[in-house]
């Protein structure tokens, strides 16, 4: 348990770091994106959010190959806050990028094993998540009450990638094909594979892996080095 304790501790404060990371993922920050803004191509361009305007520059390159942000180009685009007529076409805005997580799996599906059925788990656990992530950001303009329409920007996160770390699992004769005759709860170390998807406020994720118990009745525990399926819940994608 102390093992547990360990490192839940340190995503609970690795979590409040990641705060403003989280906070500028979810909203459209100035910055480098890909979109078809200029060209039915997906193209580089440059986002100046000053929150009541958001301003698209087309990016160029020069003869060395470097990025020119083209700030006096004809075609920069301007949404503003707020329009009286629905003039502007949406927009979509793509970033790409390596993601470190913090992601805990409530929810554990284990296939039978020897005499045992399916089994539902639901452990303390915490995970290291590190994938390659997607985030695309679409921009339009929605009719409001008073006939005017404003600005609207939701965001949609796609990550895919491997996760690291520590839980607890119910130890018990039934677990160990009788081999053991007291209860107790385990330390186990998991690996595995997982998809995380967030849209707005809203995320949810599908993980795969198998778990080591750490202890000396890991030769006996029916499920070591068994997959399991579950739900993941992570910090940033939120």
């Excluded at 490192?7 to 500028?24: G, R």
């Excluded at 805005?93 to 993601?99: I, M, P, Q, R, V």
């Excluded at 677990?175 to 849209?199: C, F, N, P």
Aim: charged letters at 20%; glycine letters at 6%; hydrophobic letters at 35%.
């Amino acid at each position: 348990m102390k093992i547990i304790c360990i490192s839940i501790c340190c995503i609970l404060f690795c979590s409040s770091c990641s705060v403003l990371e989280q906070k500028s993922k979810q909203q459209l920050s100035s910055g480098i994106y890909k979109s078809t803004t200029f060209d039915d191509k997906k193209k580089l361009v440059y986002i100046d959010n000053k929150e009541e305007t958001v301003v698209i520059y087309p990016i160029n390159k020069d003869e060395k190959g470097n990025l020119i942000i083209d700030t006096l180009h004809h075609k920069k685009q301007i949404y503003l806050e707020q329009y009286n007529s629905d003039h502007i076409k949406s927009s979509v805005f793509l970033k790409n990028s390596f993601d470190v997580d913090f992601l805990t799996i409530p929810f554990k599906y284990r296939p039978a094993q020897k005499d045992l059925p399916n089994q539902f788990t639901t452990n303390l656990n915490g995970e290291v998540y590190f994938g390659y992530r997607t985030d695309a950001y679409s921009l339009d303009y929605k009719l409001n009450p008073f006939q005017k329409f404003n600005r609207n920007i939701n965001h949609y996160a796609f990550s895919f990638g491997l996760f690291t770390g520590f839980g607890g699992t119910a130890m018990n004769p039934s677990v160990t094909q009788e081999k053991i005759v007291k209860e107790y709860d385990g330390v186990v170390w998991s690996k595995g594979i997982a998809g995380i998807i967030g849209v707005n406020n809203f995320t949810i994720g599908i993980a795969i892996g198998y778990d080591n118990l750490l202890d000396e009745n890991k030769q006996y525990w029916i499920y070591q080095n068994k997959l399991w399926y579950g739900l993941a819940f992570g910090l940033n994608l939120n």
